[in-house]
């Protein structure tokens, strides 16, 4: 069974510190992607990583994609309240059946 | 503006009465599909459509039906809701099979007592 497993699932940190969340699994994914939910509203959409060992940059979000395929990386530097929010790692599952995993979310909180 | 609209973003209910959740989008989106969001759980799938009057099972079906009759509308019906379908709700689309980037719709907080 493919299963994306994020960590930590809660952080709570001040502003202007620097965070990482992970999301793993033990299978290959084609591509991940990686949305922020804000309370009451739906996840939209911040990346998607596709190649083994890329990287891309949304202002002060990093996001890595393993050399493996296998987890992915979300790296914030210099957080801030706005970047408050339930953050998922989604990825294909196998076998072409178009069907999305979701990891269970990361709620990171901003404390000003 | 490209958007997936939801209604009602609220509802409170009892058992047993039947009720449609609307979902619409203006993307000309192909593929469709409804998510449930319960704590610890995260999202699973409901039900999806690869385009009109194609519909199938996602991970969670029971309890619930869908209709596409239209490429832009992608209702989800409760024929006879039950208080473990508390939950919160996402319709959400994609341009196709395997464009996986979605585009969600806002959600609807379903209470039912």
């Known amino acids: 069974t493919q299963l994306l497993e994020q960590s930590p699932q809660f952080l709570s940190i001040q502003e202007g510190e620097n965070l990482t969340v992970y999301c793993n699994s033990s299978?290959?994914?084609?591509?991940l992607q990686w949305y922020r939910q804000e309370p009451g509203e739906g996840p939209v959409l911040l990346v998607t990583?596709?190649?083994?060992?890329e990287v891309k940059k949304l202002k002060r979000l990093t996001f890595q994609f393993g050399d493996a395929r296998k987890d992915s990386s979300l790296h914030i530097t210099a957080a801030q309240p706005g970047d408050t929010g339930l953050y998922l790692c989604?990825?294909?599952?196998?076998?072409?059946?178009?069907?999305?995993?979701f990891g269970q979310g990361t709620t990171l909180q901003v404390k000003p | 503006e490209a958007q997936v609209t939801q209604n009602p973003r609220y509802l409170i209910t009892v058992t047993g009465k039947k009720l449609t959740v609307t979902c619409s989008q203006n993307?000309?989106?192909?593929?469709m599909s409804w998510y449930r969001q319960d704590p610890g759980l995260g999202l699973r799938q409901i039900y999806y459509?690869?385009?009109?009057?194609?519909?199938d099972k996602g991970d969670v079906p029971e309890g619930y039906k869908v209709s596409r009759k239209e490429k832009r509308n992608f209702p989800l019906i409760l024929e006879s809701p039950s208080p473990n379908q508390t939950s919160l709700y996402f319709c959400?689309?994609?341009?196709?099979?395997?464009?996986?980037?979605?585009?969600f719709g806002p959600g609807t907080r379903l209470t039912v007592t």
């Open positions: 459509s690869m385009n009109v009057e194609v519909t």
């Open positions: 989604a990825g294909p599952r196998a076998g072409n059946t178009g069907k999305l995993i």
């Open positions: 959400a689309t994609r341009r196709g099979l395997v464009a996986y980037e979605q585009y």
């Open positions: 299978s290959v994914f084609s591509s």
């Open positions: 993307m000309n989106h192909e593929y």
């Open positions: 990583v596709v190649t083994g060992g």
